[in-house]
């Protein structure tokens, strides 16, 4: 390892001559220059990893030389070692981006600190996620093998989740561990899927929060209670992407709740959305709204209906609440309704946020796109810089001055597949990659999920003899005809429709403003 550069600024600097020795034995080399004009020069031709600068020095003074120094390099850190307390100074300093401030009389041990913060962080850091991460490990291999109930499984969730983002930030070597673990808790959540899920629809079944129960038991017990709420629905929202902006939002909102709900197969926005709007399953809708339910086969937006859903939902409840109801597709139209909401009066408010789900869909599609997103980790970026800089941000800003609490949630969840499976149907199978529905289908992979009797979990049947399909784990469905070129173009792409933690267990947060 490269020894650490300190450039030492101070006009006595004689004094100061113990802690260079002390830095010294630690293995630093120590730089000392007792003006700021010299240290402005040494900076022009040297480089060095920190600078400590004395503020109160003749001719330039720290402030100055700080200013000259950060136009040089703007990522140094510079530490401001003075001796006044002045609130002026220090705000000056930090508004010029000092990386610390230290008052004299200083000690070796603070010193010390500084360097390991600032210096040396990134690998305290990273052996200190690597070593808990091992310490965990097999506390997770447990949990994953003797997990009998979908909370079992979201806790999962949360704990996989918690550690792929831990380890982003580090350059760490326990991705690989990390991704097969996440492989076999998939594998694992797909047999206890395929187990229980058709038992939730029994009478009297005890079973989680799903895509129908949303509204009745989240939303209208709040807005009962007098509650003004906005109900945002981002499309394909998974749980990590949550955890990446939940920092940004809580600038504005404290999290009153946070938790997760089941996404009803297929986890697609034709059903799952749908049931979240009708307070219906899918074949429910379908018998009872067949104006309002679009067919697979059907050319057709599959959400076009979803306003008239909702008001279907209010009128079987007998609420008589206000509403109003925004689509937004485009950052122009969040611009144009955010203005909107200054004169809001509405105790009901649902957004329909589609930014992730078409960044999911043209990453498929575009090359440059799937390089930006390549993996989970850069999915999770271009998630928190969109928030960070789209139009949304200033909405969720604006829904805060309003005094109007958020439910935040999504439709589903999605998936990174890896491994196509063969699958065979007749001619009017539908294309998702993740789930098929059709007559006579036969998958080649033996962990795919058959539903013979698509109506005993509230799903609409095109033919009496149609079945439904789900694909598991990081599978997705390709046919025997050009089945080399679709496994080559759909493979390391973003889908949902299947089975997967990332698709089912999807995030209900509560935010009230601050």
């Known amino acids: 390892m490269n020894q650490t550069q300190i450039l030492w600024v101070d006009d006595e600097i004689h004094l100061l001559k113990p802690y260079i020795i002390y830095l010294e034995d630690k293995g630093y080399h120590v730089t000392t220059v007792n003006s700021g004009q010299d240290a402005i020069d040494l900076c022009q031709t040297d480089n060095f990893d920190i600078v400590f600068l004395d503020e109160n020095m003749p001719g330039l003074s720290g402030l100055e030389v700080l200013q000259e120094i950060k136009e040089l390099h703007p990522a140094l850190p510079i530490v401001m070692i003075t001796k006044s307390e002045e609130e002026q100074i220090m705000e000056q300093a930090i508004g010029q981006k000092i990386a610390d401030y230290l008052i004299k009389p200083v000690n070796p041990s603070q010193i010390l600190l500084c360097l390991k913060k600032h210096i040396h962080q990134r690998e305290i850091v990273e052996e200190h996620t690597n070593t808990t991460y091992r310490q965990e490990f097999s506390d997770i291999t447990y949990m994953i093998d003797t997990a009998s109930t979908i909370e079992e499984w979201m806790a999962i969730e949360r704990t996989l989740t918690k550690w792929e983002i831990e380890l982003d930030n580090v350059d760490s070597s326990m991705h690989t561990m990390l991704r097969m673990q996440r492989e076999q808790a998939n594998a694992q959540f797909a047999k206890f899927i395929a187990k229980n899920y ?128 925004y689509k937004i597709n485009e950052s ?134 149609s079945s439904y399909i789900f694909c598991s784990n990081s599978d997705f469905f390709a046919y025997p005809n050009n089945f080399n070129y679709y496994a080559q173009f759909y493979r390391n792409t973003f889908q949902h429709g299947g089975i997967s933690l990332e698709e089912m267990l999807i995030p209900l947060v509560v935010l009230e403003p601050k």
């Open 198 to 325: 058709e038992s939730w629809f029994a009478p009297n079944a005890n079973r989680p929060l799903m895509s129908h129960d949303l509204m009745k038991h989240t939303v209208f017990p709040m807005l009962d209670a007098g509650e003004k709420v906005f109900l945002v629905v981002v499309d394909n929202f998974r749980y990590d992407q949550w955890k990446t902006i939940q920092p940004l939002l809580s600038e504005w909102f404290t999290i009153k709740e946070e938790q997760m709900y089941t996404s009803i197969l297929p986890t697609a926005t034709q059903y799952a959305r749908n049931a979240i709007f009708s307070g219906l399953m899918p074949a429910q809708i379908q018998e009872l709204y067949p104006q309002l339910w679009i067919d697979e086969d059907e050319e057709e937006s599959k959400n076009n209906n979803e306003e008239a859903l909702i008001q279907t939902l209010l009128d079987r409840y007998r609420k008589r609440y206000d509403y109003t109801y």
């Open 332 to 465: 122009d139209f969040c611009e144009r309704i955010t203005k909107q909401f200054k004169g809001l009066k509405s105790p009901l408010n649902i957004v329909i946020i589609n930014f992730i789900d078409m960044l999911s869909h043209s990453r498929t599609d575009s090359k440059m796109m799937r390089e930006l997103a390549n993996d989970e980790a850069a999915y999770r970026s271009l998630t928190l810089s969109w928030f960070k800089h789209s139009p949304t941000a200033e909405m969720f800003k604006r829904i805060a001055s309003l005094g109007y609490k958020v439910v935040l949630t999504t439709d589903h969840g999605t998936t990174r597949v890896t491994n196509p499976v063969q699958i065979l149907g007749d001619k009017n199978t539908n294309t998702n990659l993740r789930y098929k529905v059709g007559k006579s289908l036969n998958c080649s992979a033996k962990n795919c999920f058959e539903i013979t009797r698509p109506k005993q979990i509230g799903l609409p049947t095109p033919n009496i003899s």
